[in-house]
């Protein structure tokens, strides 16, 4: 199975930050990666998908690039709301993975 | 508006069953394939089964292959997953997801809590 790992596990900034998460696999799997948000008690959102495609509704402070095995995303001026829990997942090949997770909290 | 909604988690015992349910509304089901996905206490995601939009193609998690079953009644709009010889490494929120690669609409899950 492919496995994708995210960095930082953890981050910590402010409103107004830009931050960037890493997600990287275990193989290449050209851009067949997608990001979600979650926050406590809620299922995921799918914020970006193909690497760089924003999901519709999606503010364009969030972008994804990247292919191969080296894929980020980035927000460019954290708001409030952004703080969550994000994790990027292979669509390249069964059975689909999950990165661990990236949880981004207030500074 | 697309909704999906769980339902039929609960306690069970080591070794128990359940079925959980996933009603569709709000879009063409049978334009879709669909997906469970669980999430343990504090863990992160884990992909647990996709079933085709015709029920042509099934693909499981290693993790539960053998011991979980996904099935879709297209007439009702409605997913399932029947889960026997549930372990406690098996208790997690599971949640029903659309689509064929990214899951970009999903319930709000059903809790399957195993425990003697």
């Known amino acids: 199975a492919i496995q994708l790992t995210q960095s930082p596990s953890s981050l910590s900034a402010s409103v107004g930050d830009r931050v960037t998460i890493t997600c990287r696999a275990s193989?290449?799997?050209?851009?067949?990666i997608a990001w979600y948000q979650q926050s406590p008690g809620k299922p995921p959102k799918l914020l970006i998908y193909?690497?760089?495609i924003l999901q519709s509704g999606v503010p364009s402070r969030f972008s994804g690039s990247g292919s191969g095995t080296d894929f980020t995303l980035t927000i460019s001026s954290l708001q409030p709301e952004d703080f969550a829990t994000y994790y990027c997942?292979?669509?390249?090949?069964?059975?689909?993975?999950f990165g661990q997770g990236t949880k981004l909290e207030i500074k | 508006e697309v909704q999906l909604v769980e339902s039929g988690g609960g306690l069970v015992k080591p070794g128990g069953s359940l079925r959980l349910s996933c009603v569709a509304s709000?879009?063409?089901?049978?334009?879709?394939?669909m997906n469970w996905v669980r999430q343990a206490p504090g863990k992160g995601l884990e992909w647990v089964s996709t079933?085709?939009?015709?029920?042509?193609?099934?693909y499981y998690a290693d993790s539960v292959k053998g011991r979980f079953t996904i099935s879709r009644d297209n007439a009702k709009s409605s997913l399932y997953l029947q889960m026997n010889t549930l372990r406690v490494e098996d208790t997690a929120v599971y949640y029903c997801?659309?689509?064929?690669?990214?899951?970009?609409?999903w319930g709000q899950g059903t809790l399957v809590a195993v425990s003697s």
């Open positions: 997801a659309r689509g064929a690669i990214t899951f970009d609409s």
């Open positions: 709000g879009f063409t089901f049978t334009s879709y394939s």
């Open positions: 079933i085709t939009s015709t029920s042509d193609y099934i």
């Open positions: 193989q290449g799997i050209t851009n067949a």
């Open positions: 193909d690497a760089y």
């Open positions: 997942q292979q669509f390249y090949s069964y059975p689909y993975t």
